[in-house]
């Protein structure tokens, strides 16, 4: 949690650091994106005003004293006036324990060329992209094996 130090960011970089903007933008479009992270998104008065009512607790370290970001889990409830609803986490998406589905990695991959587009740059087709990054990796991959 040491990183998530920011609870009400004002920046789209102190956004990054913030586990309540976060859930509260997953909960209010069902997924946070690049775009989320520009000040004018941080500043949405339905982000503002739903990051008031997030609280992050920390819970205690392992007993075996592990610590950091593959330690532990992440735990969410979200309360309604009489209903709660709970979800877990046990790993970060992404990691070993939990790798990225093809799907996932190609919705990441289009996010990141709309943002380039959006700053100028020239982007290519998606499928284009991941033919051109399937021969860039390929010889990395077929030295690992």
């Known amino acids: 949690m040491q990183p998530l130090r920011k609870a ?7 956004a990054k650091f913030s586990a309540e903007y976060a859930v509260v933008v997953a909960l209010w ?11 004018a998104a941080v ?16 819970e205690q370290v392992l007993e075996d004293g592990s610590q950091g970001l593959e330690h532990g889990q992440a735990r969410l409830e979200v309360r309604h006036g009489s209903q709660v609803v709970e979800g ?8 070993p324990a939990r790798p990225a589905t093809q799907a996932e990695m190609e919705a990441k991959i289009a996010d990141c060329l709309v943002r380039h587009a959006a700053a100028g740059g020239q982007v290519p087709a998606p499928d284009a992209f991941l033919a051109g990054l399937g021969r860039l990796l390929a ?3 077929a030295a690992a094996a």
């Open 8 to 14: 009400l960011p004002r920046t789209g970089l102190e």
């Open 139 to 141: 010889p990395a991959v």
């Open 88 to 95: 877990r986490a046990a790993a970060i998406p992404g990691s």
């Open 29 to 39: 479009q069902g997924s946070v994106g690049l775009a989320d992270f520009e000040d």
């Open 43 to 58: 500043a949405r008065p339905w982000a503002a005003a739903g990051m008031t009512r997030v609280t992050v607790v920390e």
